[in-house]
């Protein structure tokens, strides 16, 4: 899919910080948005008034997500695994089964999702998974499982989707578009550093990438010392 053919994006929770920085990346780029956000967030897209439109209730909702994603070329959604009643897995089936079925998806997780298996992460890693894991369902504020099942249903899909896994996120201007790897634990991911306005940066980009159809990336941002190793040795080999 060509950049002519993307006209209108939806971002599924377009409030929050990766949702903001979304939306302008696809306002620059001239896409009609449309954006979904609870009710009591959409203040948050004040800024945005005029330029874009806000469909206002739970991502969950699959009424929600089919009026929002009416004549959407490409949705865009943040798979945020809310509270313990299957907000992400809701939100992902919503999108699957309401956009159209050509239109390309693409969803944002954590490193913590696998698609094969043959990801590799650290003892610690893996520990601060569990442990959030345990403490998100005891408070009742997260259930991360559920974003793993989330990402089973897209992964099952024959849609033009794509996961983007990202690495800790910290706030900053932005650096440029991330490098991606298929499996957590490669050499150019080391550095687990992604400027929040480069993640969106590129979730947008994968709009108009078919390079990117039914892949699951892992990125890390362009700046950091793994990625401008990987870059040095791919000179030295041209």
């Given amino acids: ?132 894991a345990v403490l998100g369902k005891l408070v009742r504020a997260v259930e991360i499982e559920d974003q793993v099942e989330a990402c089973r249903r897209v992964f099952a899909s024959d849609t033009r989707w794509t996961v983007v896994r990202g690495s800790t996120l910290e706030e900053g201007e932005s650096q440029g578009l991330p490098v991606w790897s298929r499996h957590v634990g490669d050499p150019v991911l080391a550095g687990d550093l992604t400027r929040r306005v480069d993640f969106a940066l590129f979730m947008v980009e994968a709009l108009t990438d078919d390079t990117l159809v039914q892949e699951a990336p892992a990125i890390v941002g362009c700046r950091t010392p793994s990625a401008l190793a990987h870059t040095s040795r791919l000179d030295d080999q041209a």
């Avoid at 509270?83 to 089964?97: E, I, K």
């Avoid at 990801?119 to 442990?131: E, H, K």
């Fill in 1 to 132: 899919m060509g950049t002519s053919h993307v006209k209108k994006v939806c971002i599924v929770g377009a409030s929050g910080r990766l949702g903001q920085y979304m939306v302008r990346h696809a306002l620059e780029r001239g896409y009609e948005v449309v954006g979904v956000c609870r009710e009591r967030s959409v203040p948050k897209l004040a800024e945005f008034e005029g330029r874009m439109t806000v469909v206002a209730g739970p991502t969950n909702d699959p009424e929600v997500i089919r009026q929002a994603v009416a004549g959407c070329d490409g949705v865009l959604t943040v798979l945020v695994p809310w509270g313990v009643q299957q907000y992400a897995s809701g939100t992902a089936r919503a999108v699957l089964d309401h956009a159209r079925p050509d239109a390309r998806l693409i969803f944002s997780c954590g490193w913590h999702i696998t698609r094969d298996g043959k990801d590799t992460y650290s003892r610690m890693f893996t520990l601060g998974v569990r442990i959030a």
